[in-house]
């Protein structure tokens, strides 16, 4: 069974840094594309960094300049790195990946997600 788990979420105020990690553990075959979202109480899960094993890195354009998403392929890590955080980064921030496992079945997989809080 593969699992993800986040690491790094806390309150900061605005204009400050933090960095999240996200590492995948299991029978990983591959690991296709990572990312992290966000979700505030009352709406949807939006994306906030995907970065596939090869291609283009996506940002969402609320975050561009801002933040860096960068992976470890050989530990299977997946990191964001927020700089001039602001209130509307608060969140929830979830960790995603597209792996490749045993049978070669491919399949999204979620972390638990990590509270970021930015006080103004």
């Known amino acids: 069974q593969v699992q993800l788990v986040e690491s790094g979420g806390n309150l900061v105020q605005a204009g400050g840094s933090l960095r999240l990690s996200c590492a995948a553990s299991g029978i990983i075959l591959n690991i296709n594309a990572m990312g992290w979202y966000r979700q505030v109480p009352g709406k949807q899960r939006e994306l906030v960094a995907t970065?596939?094993?090869?291609?283009?890195?996506n940002y969402a354009d609320s975050v561009k300049g801002r933040f860096t998403i960068s992976r470890d392929n050989a530990k299977n890590m997946v990191y964001l790195q927020m700089n001039s955080l602001k209130p509307e980064d608060t969140g929830v921030y979830y960790c995603y990946a597209f792996i490749t496992g045993p049978g070669l079945v491919r399949r999204d997989y979620w972390g638990q997600g990590t509270q970021v809080t930015v006080s103004s």
């Open positions: 970065i596939p094993s090869g291609g283009s890195i």
